[in-house]
Protein backbone atom coordinates (compact mmCIF):
# COMPACT_ATOMS: atom_id res chain seq x y z
CA UNK A 1 0.00 0.00 0.00
CA UNK A 2 1.55 3.13 -1.09
CA UNK A 3 0.81 5.86 1.44
CA UNK A 4 0.25 10.12 0.57
CA UNK A 5 3.86 10.16 1.81
CA UNK A 6 5.12 7.96 -0.84
CA UNK A 7 3.13 9.58 -3.48
CA UNK A 8 4.60 12.56 -2.61
CA UNK A 9 8.02 11.88 -2.69
CA UNK A 10 7.62 9.90 -5.94
CA UNK A 11 5.86 12.99 -7.30
CA UNK A 12 9.02 15.00 -5.98
CA UNK A 13 11.31 12.65 -7.87
CA UNK A 14 9.58 12.64 -11.15
CA UNK A 15 9.90 16.57 -11.39
CA UNK A 16 13.60 16.46 -10.11
CA UNK A 17 14.66 13.77 -12.65
CA UNK A 18 13.01 15.37 -15.58
CA UNK A 19 14.15 18.66 -14.96
CA UNK A 20 16.68 19.92 -17.61
CA UNK A 21 19.28 19.83 -15.29
CA UNK A 22 22.79 17.69 -16.04
CA UNK A 23 22.87 14.22 -15.36
CA UNK A 24 24.82 14.36 -11.99
CA UNK A 25 22.62 17.18 -10.91
CA UNK A 26 19.61 15.08 -11.65
CA UNK A 27 21.17 12.02 -10.17
CA UNK A 28 22.19 14.16 -6.87
CA UNK A 29 18.60 15.33 -6.42
CA UNK A 30 17.37 11.91 -6.14
CA UNK A 31 19.64 10.66 -3.78
CA UNK A 32 19.25 14.08 -1.69
CA UNK A 33 15.19 12.55 -2.08
CA UNK A 34 15.53 9.12 -1.06
CA UNK A 35 17.76 10.38 2.05
CA UNK A 36 15.17 12.89 3.04
CA UNK A 37 11.99 11.07 2.52
CA UNK A 38 12.84 7.51 4.10
CA UNK A 39 14.39 6.09 6.96
CA UNK A 40 17.97 5.89 6.10
CA UNK A 41 20.98 6.86 6.80
CA UNK A 42 22.92 6.54 3.12
CA UNK A 43 21.79 6.55 -0.70
CA UNK A 44 23.93 5.50 -3.46
CA UNK A 45 23.06 5.53 -7.65
CA UNK A 46 25.29 3.76 -9.12
CA UNK A 47 25.56 2.94 -13.20
CA UNK A 48 26.62 -0.42 -14.39
CA UNK A 49 29.38 -0.43 -17.10
CA UNK A 50 30.23 -3.93 -18.41
CA UNK A 51 31.05 -5.74 -15.25
CA UNK A 52 31.42 -3.27 -12.87
CA UNK A 53 29.01 -0.28 -11.20
CA UNK A 54 30.11 3.22 -11.03
CA UNK A 55 28.43 5.71 -8.22
CA UNK A 56 27.50 8.84 -9.58
CA UNK A 57 25.71 10.63 -6.71
CA UNK A 58 25.92 9.49 -3.01
CA UNK A 59 24.27 10.74 0.29
CA UNK A 60 25.42 9.59 3.70
CA UNK A 61 28.70 8.41 2.48
CA UNK A 62 32.09 9.84 2.60
CA UNK A 63 33.13 11.44 -0.33
CA UNK A 64 35.62 9.54 -2.05
CA UNK A 65 33.50 6.93 -2.97
CA UNK A 66 32.39 8.67 -5.54
CA UNK A 67 36.25 7.82 -7.30
CA UNK A 68 35.77 4.04 -6.76
CA UNK A 69 33.93 1.16 -9.02
CA UNK A 70 32.48 -2.18 -7.55
CA UNK A 71 33.15 -5.07 -9.84
CA UNK A 72 30.40 -6.87 -9.75
CA UNK A 73 32.61 -10.42 -8.86
CA UNK A 74 33.99 -8.69 -5.80
CA UNK A 75 31.00 -7.30 -4.61
CA UNK A 76 28.53 -10.23 -3.72
CA UNK A 77 25.49 -8.16 -2.23
CA UNK A 78 25.66 -5.37 -5.46
CA UNK A 79 25.70 -8.99 -7.55
CA UNK A 80 22.77 -10.34 -6.35
CA UNK A 81 21.03 -7.07 -6.86
CA UNK A 82 22.19 -6.52 -11.15
CA UNK A 83 20.74 -10.22 -10.78
CA UNK A 84 17.55 -9.40 -9.27
CA UNK A 85 14.42 -8.65 -10.81
CA UNK A 86 13.08 -6.77 -7.92
CA UNK A 87 14.14 -4.84 -4.96
CA UNK A 88 16.35 -6.86 -2.43
CA UNK A 89 16.73 -6.90 1.44
CA UNK A 90 19.88 -8.19 3.03
CA UNK A 91 18.70 -9.56 6.63
CA UNK A 92 21.00 -7.90 9.79
CA UNK A 93 22.38 -10.97 9.80
CA UNK A 94 23.90 -11.70 6.77
CA UNK A 95 27.58 -12.47 6.09
CA UNK A 96 28.16 -10.88 2.71
CA UNK A 97 30.46 -8.13 2.88
CA UNK A 98 28.42 -4.74 2.56
CA UNK A 99 30.48 -2.18 0.02
CA UNK A 100 29.96 0.70 2.05
CA UNK A 101 31.02 -0.75 5.42
CA UNK A 102 33.80 2.12 6.44
CA UNK A 103 32.26 4.39 4.22
CA UNK A 104 28.91 5.94 6.21
CA UNK A 105 29.49 8.72 7.55
CA UNK A 106 28.86 9.67 11.56
CA UNK A 107 29.98 6.28 12.28
CA UNK A 108 32.53 6.65 15.27
CA UNK A 109 34.74 3.38 13.76
CA UNK A 110 35.63 3.15 10.17
CA UNK A 111 35.09 -0.55 10.53
CA UNK A 112 31.18 -0.08 11.29
CA UNK A 113 29.08 -2.17 10.02
CA UNK A 114 25.81 -1.68 7.93
CA UNK A 115 22.74 -3.53 9.45
CA UNK A 116 20.26 -2.16 7.34
CA UNK A 117 20.50 -2.61 3.30
CA UNK A 118 18.18 -2.95 0.50
CA UNK A 119 19.00 -2.67 -3.13
CA UNK A 120 17.11 -2.08 -6.34
CA UNK A 121 17.54 -2.99 -9.88
CA UNK A 122 16.97 -0.23 -12.07
CA UNK A 123 15.83 -1.86 -15.46
CA UNK A 124 14.33 -0.82 -18.73
CA UNK A 125 13.06 -3.69 -21.37
CA UNK A 126 15.45 -6.08 -19.26
CA UNK A 127 18.06 -4.38 -19.58
CA UNK A 128 20.39 -3.25 -16.42
CA UNK A 129 21.38 0.16 -15.93
CA UNK A 130 22.22 0.72 -12.58
CA UNK A 131 21.53 0.03 -8.87
CA UNK A 132 19.88 2.06 -6.24
CA UNK A 133 21.15 1.07 -2.40
CA UNK A 134 19.47 2.39 0.65
CA UNK A 135 21.86 1.51 3.96
CA UNK A 136 21.35 2.02 7.54
CA UNK A 137 23.02 1.76 10.93
CA UNK A 138 20.24 -0.25 12.96
CA UNK A 139 18.47 -3.37 11.69
CA UNK A 140 14.98 -3.50 10.59
CA UNK A 141 14.87 -0.49 10.01
CA UNK A 142 13.62 -1.56 6.42
CA UNK A 143 10.91 -3.30 7.16
CA UNK A 144 7.74 -0.57 6.87
CA UNK A 145 8.75 0.40 3.23
CA UNK A 146 6.47 -1.30 1.06
CA UNK A 147 7.47 -3.42 -1.88
CA UNK A 148 5.37 -1.82 -4.33
CA UNK A 149 6.61 2.00 -3.89
CA UNK A 150 10.17 0.44 -4.34
CA UNK A 151 9.47 -1.26 -7.64
CA UNK A 152 7.88 2.37 -8.34
CA UNK A 153 10.96 4.32 -7.13
CA UNK A 154 13.02 1.88 -9.29
CA UNK A 155 10.73 2.45 -12.18
CA UNK A 156 11.11 5.68 -12.35
CA UNK A 157 15.03 6.31 -11.64
CA UNK A 158 15.59 3.73 -14.74
CA UNK A 159 12.91 5.61 -17.09
CA UNK A 160 15.26 8.91 -16.44
CA UNK A 161 18.72 7.47 -16.62
CA UNK A 162 17.40 6.02 -19.87
CA UNK A 163 16.35 9.19 -21.34
CA UNK A 164 19.73 11.29 -19.57
CA UNK A 165 22.37 12.53 -21.95
CA UNK A 166 24.76 10.28 -20.17
CA UNK A 167 22.91 7.01 -21.24
CA UNK A 168 22.59 8.07 -24.37
CA UNK A 169 26.46 8.71 -24.57
CA UNK A 170 27.37 5.61 -23.67
CA UNK A 171 24.40 3.50 -25.78
CA UNK A 172 26.54 5.62 -28.91
CA UNK A 173 29.92 4.77 -27.79
CA UNK A 174 28.98 0.79 -27.20
CA UNK A 175 27.32 0.79 -31.08
CA UNK A 176 30.57 2.44 -32.68
CA UNK A 177 33.15 1.03 -31.12
CA UNK A 178 31.87 -2.36 -28.46
CA UNK A 179 31.82 -2.26 -25.20
CA UNK A 180 35.46 -4.09 -25.59
CA UNK A 181 37.17 -1.16 -27.34
CA UNK A 182 36.08 1.29 -25.00
CA UNK A 183 37.25 -0.88 -22.35
CA UNK A 184 40.95 -1.52 -23.71
CA UNK A 185 40.62 2.69 -23.65
CA UNK A 186 39.56 3.08 -20.31
CA UNK A 187 42.64 0.83 -19.30
CA UNK A 188 45.25 2.75 -21.25
CA UNK A 189 44.47 5.73 -19.66
CA UNK A 190 44.16 4.13 -16.22
CA UNK A 191 47.73 3.31 -16.78
CA UNK A 192 48.65 6.74 -17.72
CA UNK A 193 47.06 7.91 -14.51
CA UNK A 194 43.89 7.21 -14.56
CA UNK A 195 40.29 9.12 -16.41
CA UNK A 196 39.43 12.64 -16.41
CA UNK A 197 38.34 12.80 -12.67
CA UNK A 198 36.62 16.08 -11.29
CA UNK A 199 33.15 17.52 -11.15
CA UNK A 200 34.24 21.10 -10.59
CA UNK A 201 33.69 23.88 -13.06
CA UNK A 202 37.02 23.92 -14.09
CA UNK A 203 37.26 19.92 -14.88
CA UNK A 204 33.78 20.19 -16.47
CA UNK A 205 34.77 22.47 -18.97
CA UNK A 206 37.86 21.05 -19.58
CA UNK A 207 36.11 17.67 -20.24
CA UNK A 208 33.63 19.84 -22.50
CA UNK A 209 36.94 21.31 -24.51
CA UNK A 210 38.82 18.07 -24.90
CA UNK A 211 35.09 16.79 -26.64
CA UNK A 212 34.98 19.33 -29.34
CA UNK A 213 38.46 19.95 -29.99
CA UNK A 214 39.66 15.94 -30.50
CA UNK A 215 37.03 15.55 -33.25
CA UNK A 216 39.45 18.44 -35.18
CA UNK A 217 42.43 17.69 -37.16
CA UNK A 218 44.45 20.95 -35.33
CA UNK A 219 47.11 20.79 -33.66
CA UNK A 220 46.28 21.02 -30.20
CA UNK A 221 49.14 22.78 -27.68
CA UNK A 222 48.42 21.62 -23.59
CA UNK A 223 49.84 23.63 -21.12
CA UNK A 224 49.74 23.76 -18.23
CA UNK A 225 52.27 23.31 -14.43
CA UNK A 226 53.99 19.90 -13.83
CA UNK A 227 52.21 17.41 -12.85
CA UNK A 228 48.55 18.60 -13.89
CA UNK A 229 47.62 15.44 -16.33
CA UNK A 230 49.03 16.94 -19.92
CA UNK A 231 49.98 13.65 -21.26
CA UNK A 232 46.03 12.16 -20.04
CA UNK A 233 44.84 15.14 -22.08
CA UNK A 234 46.85 14.37 -24.78
CA UNK A 235 45.84 10.61 -24.73
CA UNK A 236 42.23 11.42 -23.65
CA UNK A 237 41.95 13.80 -27.27
CA UNK A 238 43.73 10.73 -29.04
CA UNK A 239 41.12 8.38 -27.58
CA UNK A 240 38.47 10.32 -28.84
CA UNK A 241 39.61 11.74 -32.31
CA UNK A 242 39.20 9.99 -35.55
CA UNK A 243 42.83 8.69 -35.27
CA UNK A 244 41.66 6.36 -32.29
CA UNK A 245 42.25 2.89 -34.03
CA UNK A 246 45.79 4.27 -35.22
CA UNK A 247 48.88 4.72 -32.68
CA UNK A 248 49.82 7.78 -31.00
CA UNK A 249 53.60 8.13 -31.00
CA UNK A 250 55.35 8.98 -27.59
CA UNK A 251 58.70 12.12 -27.56
CA UNK A 252 59.77 13.74 -24.44
CA UNK A 253 61.65 16.29 -26.19
CA UNK A 254 63.67 16.91 -23.34
CA UNK A 255 64.85 13.70 -22.71
CA UNK A 256 66.69 13.68 -26.37
CA UNK A 257 70.27 14.69 -26.67
CA UNK A 258 70.96 17.74 -28.88
CA UNK A 259 73.20 15.77 -30.99
CA UNK A 260 70.24 13.43 -32.39
CA UNK A 261 66.88 15.25 -31.78
CA UNK A 262 66.52 15.77 -35.20
CA UNK A 263 67.25 12.23 -36.32
CA UNK A 264 65.11 10.98 -33.78
CA UNK A 265 61.73 13.24 -35.28
CA UNK A 266 62.87 13.27 -39.14
CA UNK A 267 65.15 10.22 -39.72
CA UNK A 268 68.26 9.89 -41.46
CA UNK A 269 69.74 8.45 -44.59
CA UNK A 270 72.51 5.87 -44.62
CA UNK A 271 75.86 6.65 -44.30
CA UNK A 272 74.19 10.70 -42.88
CA UNK A 273 76.68 10.54 -40.32
CA UNK A 274 79.47 8.55 -38.48
CA UNK A 275 77.78 5.76 -37.41
CA UNK A 276 74.44 5.76 -39.21
CA UNK A 277 74.97 2.17 -40.67
CA UNK A 278 71.92 1.89 -41.67
CA UNK A 279 68.87 4.53 -42.81
CA UNK A 280 66.18 5.13 -39.83
CA UNK A 281 62.44 6.30 -40.18
CA UNK A 282 62.10 9.38 -37.55
CA UNK A 283 58.77 9.76 -35.47
CA UNK A 284 57.11 11.44 -37.93
CA UNK A 285 57.71 8.44 -40.61
CA UNK A 286 56.59 6.27 -38.10
CA UNK A 287 53.29 8.36 -37.29
CA UNK A 288 51.97 8.79 -40.61
CA UNK A 289 48.31 8.36 -40.65
CA UNK A 290 48.35 8.80 -36.91
CA UNK A 291 49.16 11.44 -33.91
CA UNK A 292 52.48 12.20 -32.67
CA UNK A 293 52.84 13.99 -29.03
CA UNK A 294 55.78 16.18 -28.57
CA UNK A 295 55.99 16.12 -24.82
CA UNK A 296 58.00 18.97 -22.95
CA UNK A 297 57.56 21.16 -26.40
CA UNK A 298 59.34 24.15 -24.76
CA UNK A 299 62.71 22.03 -24.13
CA UNK A 300 63.65 21.35 -28.26
CA UNK A 301 66.48 22.58 -29.36
CA UNK A 302 66.10 26.35 -31.93
CA UNK A 303 67.86 24.41 -34.58
CA UNK A 304 65.64 21.94 -35.10
CA UNK A 305 62.52 23.94 -34.23
CA UNK A 306 62.53 25.18 -38.37
CA UNK A 307 62.26 21.52 -39.31
CA UNK A 308 59.26 21.10 -37.34
CA UNK A 309 57.55 23.92 -38.82
CA UNK A 310 57.82 23.10 -41.97
CA UNK A 311 56.03 19.79 -41.47
CA UNK A 312 53.36 21.58 -39.88
CA UNK A 313 52.97 24.05 -42.53
CA UNK A 314 53.32 21.60 -45.57
CA UNK A 315 53.17 18.00 -44.06
CA UNK A 316 56.84 17.95 -45.23
CA UNK A 317 59.78 15.55 -43.57
CA UNK A 318 63.21 15.96 -44.78
CA UNK A 319 65.67 12.96 -43.62
CA UNK A 320 68.88 14.19 -42.03
CA UNK A 321 71.11 13.18 -45.24
CA UNK A 322 68.89 13.24 -47.59
CA UNK A 323 67.57 15.87 -50.58
CA UNK A 324 64.33 14.28 -51.13
CA UNK A 325 61.47 15.73 -49.01
CA UNK A 326 58.64 13.12 -47.86
CA UNK A 327 55.46 13.96 -46.87
CA UNK A 328 53.58 12.45 -43.88
CA UNK A 329 49.93 12.70 -42.22
CA UNK A 330 50.40 13.49 -38.81
CA UNK A 331 48.07 15.31 -36.34
CA UNK A 332 50.39 17.02 -34.02
CA UNK A 333 49.60 17.21 -30.16
CA UNK A 334 52.56 19.41 -27.98
CA UNK A 335 52.55 19.59 -24.03
CA UNK A 336 54.89 22.30 -22.01
CA UNK A 337 54.69 23.15 -18.80
CA UNK A 338 56.89 26.33 -19.80
CA UNK A 339 55.46 29.71 -20.90
CA UNK A 340 55.96 29.97 -24.57
CA UNK A 341 54.86 33.32 -25.07
CA UNK A 342 58.21 34.06 -22.52
CA UNK A 343 59.93 31.75 -24.60
CA UNK A 344 59.49 33.55 -28.01
CA UNK A 345 60.45 36.93 -25.92
CA UNK A 346 63.81 35.67 -24.69
CA UNK A 347 64.80 34.10 -28.45
CA UNK A 348 64.29 30.26 -27.34
CA UNK A 349 61.22 29.47 -29.18
CA UNK A 350 60.13 30.92 -32.66
CA UNK A 351 57.11 32.99 -32.60
CA UNK A 352 55.78 31.14 -35.93
CA UNK A 353 56.35 27.65 -34.66
CA UNK A 354 54.48 28.77 -31.67
CA UNK A 355 51.39 30.04 -33.93
CA UNK A 356 51.61 27.06 -35.90
CA UNK A 357 51.49 24.57 -32.73
CA UNK A 358 48.67 27.18 -30.98
CA UNK A 359 46.08 26.32 -32.53
CA UNK A 360 44.03 24.65 -30.24
CA UNK A 361 45.31 25.48 -26.74
CA UNK A 362 43.86 23.60 -23.55
CA UNK A 363 44.70 24.71 -20.51
CA UNK A 364 44.80 22.09 -17.33
CA UNK A 365 44.30 23.79 -14.21
CA UNK A 366 46.91 23.43 -11.39
CA UNK A 367 45.01 20.86 -8.40
CA UNK A 368 44.80 24.38 -6.32
CA UNK A 369 42.77 25.57 -8.45
CA UNK A 370 40.09 22.77 -8.44
CA UNK A 371 40.86 21.64 -4.83
CA UNK A 372 37.12 20.32 -4.37
CA UNK A 373 37.69 17.55 -6.44
CA UNK A 374 40.89 16.36 -4.10
CA UNK A 375 38.78 13.57 -2.20
CA UNK A 376 37.33 12.15 -5.47
CA UNK A 377 40.79 12.01 -7.07
CA UNK A 378 41.70 10.39 -3.69
CA UNK A 379 38.92 7.13 -4.03
CA UNK A 380 39.46 7.18 -7.68
CA UNK A 381 43.80 6.81 -7.01
CA UNK A 382 42.81 4.80 -3.78
CA UNK A 383 40.80 2.09 -6.31
CA UNK A 384 43.27 1.71 -9.09
CA UNK A 385 45.72 0.85 -6.37
CA UNK A 386 43.63 -1.37 -5.02
CA UNK A 387 43.49 -3.09 -8.67
CA UNK A 388 46.97 -3.02 -9.45
CA UNK A 389 48.02 -4.44 -5.70
CA UNK A 390 45.91 -6.57 -5.24
CA UNK A 391 44.01 -5.48 -1.58
CA UNK A 392 41.47 -5.19 -0.20
CA UNK A 393 38.61 -2.34 -0.35
CA UNK A 394 41.08 1.16 0.15
CA UNK A 395 39.17 3.35 2.58
CA UNK A 396 40.72 7.34 3.19
CA UNK A 397 39.72 8.20 6.90
CA UNK A 398 37.87 10.87 7.74
CA UNK A 399 41.23 12.82 8.78
CA UNK A 400 43.15 11.68 5.81
CA UNK A 401 40.64 13.45 3.63
CA UNK A 402 40.88 16.20 5.50
CA UNK A 403 44.77 16.53 5.52
CA UNK A 404 44.76 15.72 2.14
CA UNK A 405 42.06 18.89 1.41
CA UNK A 406 44.74 21.02 3.22
CA UNK A 407 47.65 20.19 1.56
CA UNK A 408 48.97 22.82 -1.04
CA UNK A 409 49.70 20.08 -3.47
CA UNK A 410 52.46 22.65 -5.65
CA UNK A 411 53.12 18.67 -7.22
CA UNK A 412 49.43 18.43 -8.58
CA UNK A 413 47.28 15.29 -9.28
CA UNK A 414 50.99 13.88 -9.53
CA UNK A 415 52.27 14.36 -6.18
CA UNK A 416 48.53 13.64 -5.02
CA UNK A 417 48.68 9.81 -6.85
CA UNK A 418 52.62 9.51 -5.39
CA UNK A 419 51.38 10.56 -1.91
CA UNK A 420 48.32 8.18 -1.59
CA UNK A 421 50.49 4.97 -2.94
CA UNK A 422 53.19 5.34 -0.33
CA UNK A 423 50.05 5.71 2.08
CA UNK A 424 48.44 3.05 0.93
CA UNK A 425 51.33 0.63 1.03
CA UNK A 426 51.99 1.49 4.40
CA UNK A 427 48.59 1.05 5.49
CA UNK A 428 48.31 -2.22 3.88
CA UNK A 429 51.58 -3.25 5.34
CA UNK A 430 49.30 -3.65 8.77
CA UNK A 431 46.62 -5.67 7.16
CA UNK A 432 45.66 -9.27 6.43
CA UNK A 433 45.91 -10.00 2.46
CA UNK A 434 42.20 -8.83 0.98
CA UNK A 435 41.09 -7.15 4.93
CA UNK A 436 40.43 -3.56 4.46
CA UNK A 437 42.90 -1.38 3.89
CA UNK A 438 42.11 2.19 5.82
CA UNK A 439 44.54 5.06 4.76
CA UNK A 440 45.16 7.27 8.22
CA UNK A 441 46.80 10.98 8.31
CA UNK A 442 50.23 9.03 9.55
CA UNK A 443 50.50 7.14 6.34
CA UNK A 444 50.37 10.20 4.56
CA UNK A 445 53.56 11.54 5.50
CA UNK A 446 52.24 14.78 5.54
CA UNK A 447 53.70 17.39 8.15
CA UNK A 448 51.27 19.75 10.26
CA UNK A 449 52.06 22.55 7.03
CA UNK A 450 51.05 20.52 4.45
CA UNK A 451 54.55 19.77 3.41
CA UNK A 452 55.00 15.94 2.47
CA UNK A 453 57.83 14.35 5.17
CA UNK A 454 58.53 17.85 6.47
CA UNK A 455 59.11 19.73 3.47
CA UNK A 456 61.42 18.81 0.51
CA UNK A 457 62.40 22.46 0.23
CA UNK A 458 65.39 21.40 2.81
CA UNK A 459 68.29 20.30 1.11
CA UNK A 460 69.42 16.63 1.95
CA UNK A 461 72.92 16.72 3.94
CA UNK A 462 74.80 13.34 4.46
CA UNK A 463 75.01 13.46 7.89
CA UNK A 464 70.80 13.14 7.52
CA UNK A 465 71.80 9.96 5.81
CA UNK A 466 74.62 8.76 8.14
CA UNK A 467 72.42 9.56 11.15
CA UNK A 468 69.97 6.79 10.42
CA UNK A 469 70.35 3.38 11.34
CA UNK A 470 73.10 1.27 9.56
CA UNK A 471 72.36 0.46 6.11
CA UNK A 472 74.49 -0.82 3.06
CA UNK A 473 76.53 1.98 1.24
CA UNK A 474 74.68 1.58 -2.12
CA UNK A 475 71.30 1.97 -0.58
CA UNK A 476 72.77 4.37 1.11
CA UNK A 477 73.89 6.68 -2.09
CA UNK A 478 70.77 5.91 -3.81
CA UNK A 479 68.36 7.34 -0.85
CA UNK A 480 70.63 10.26 -0.92
CA UNK A 481 70.54 10.68 -4.89
CA UNK A 482 66.43 10.75 -4.63
CA UNK A 483 66.59 13.03 -2.04
CA UNK A 484 68.94 15.61 -3.63
CA UNK A 485 66.51 15.32 -7.17
CA UNK A 486 63.54 15.72 -5.23
CA UNK A 487 65.06 18.80 -3.69
CA UNK A 488 66.01 20.15 -6.93
CA UNK A 489 62.60 19.67 -8.73
CA UNK A 490 60.83 21.08 -5.93
CA UNK A 491 63.16 24.47 -6.32
CA UNK A 492 62.44 23.86 -9.93
CA UNK A 493 59.29 24.17 -9.33
CA UNK A 494 58.74 20.80 -10.90
CA UNK A 495 60.41 21.66 -14.24
CA UNK A 496 63.25 18.97 -14.80
CA UNK A 497 65.50 20.91 -17.19
CA UNK A 498 65.81 23.54 -14.30
CA UNK A 499 66.22 20.99 -11.54
CA UNK A 500 69.25 19.38 -14.05
CA UNK A 501 70.99 22.87 -14.47
CA UNK A 502 71.02 22.97 -10.67
CA UNK A 503 72.36 19.70 -10.61
CA UNK A 504 74.97 20.11 -13.28
CA UNK A 505 73.73 17.34 -15.24
CA UNK A 506 72.10 17.25 -18.95
CA UNK A 507 68.35 17.31 -18.78
CA UNK A 508 68.54 13.76 -20.13
CA UNK A 509 70.94 12.35 -18.01
CA UNK A 510 68.53 13.39 -15.47
CA UNK A 511 65.29 11.55 -17.08
CA UNK A 512 67.40 8.28 -17.22
CA UNK A 513 68.76 8.64 -13.53
CA UNK A 514 65.13 9.33 -11.81
CA UNK A 515 64.13 6.34 -13.98
CA UNK A 516 66.69 3.93 -12.69
CA UNK A 517 65.52 5.29 -9.08
CA UNK A 518 61.91 4.46 -9.49
CA UNK A 519 61.08 9.04 -9.21
CA UNK A 520 59.92 8.47 -13.07
CA UNK A 521 57.59 6.19 -14.55
Known sequence: MTSDSDSSLLFRLAVAMTTSLSVRDRAERLAVSVHQALPCDAVCLLLVEAQELRPIAAVGLAPDLLGHRFRRSDEPRLDIACAASGPVRFPAECDLRDPYDGFVLGVDSLT??????????????????????????????????????????????????????????????????????????????DRQGGILVGNSAAMTKLRDEVQLIARSQFPVLVTGETGVGKELIVRTLHAQSSRRDQVLVYVNCAALPESIVESELFGHARHAFTGAQEARLGKFQVADGASLFLDEIGELPLHVQPKLLRVLQEGEVQSVGSDRPIHVDVRVFAATNRDLECEVENGRFRKDLLYRLDVCRLHVPPLRDHAGDVALLAGHFADTLRRQLGTGRIRIGPEALRALARHRWPGNVRELRNVLARAVLRAAARCSVGDPVVVSPGDLGLDVDGDVDGGASVEPRPDQVQAREAVPLREAVIEFQRALIEAALERAGQNWAEAARSLGMHRSNLHHLAKRLGLKL
Open 112 to 189: GRVHSCLACPLRVDDRLLGVLTLDALSPDRFDAIDDAFLEALAALTAAALQTSELIATLEQSAKRQGFVARDLVRDEL
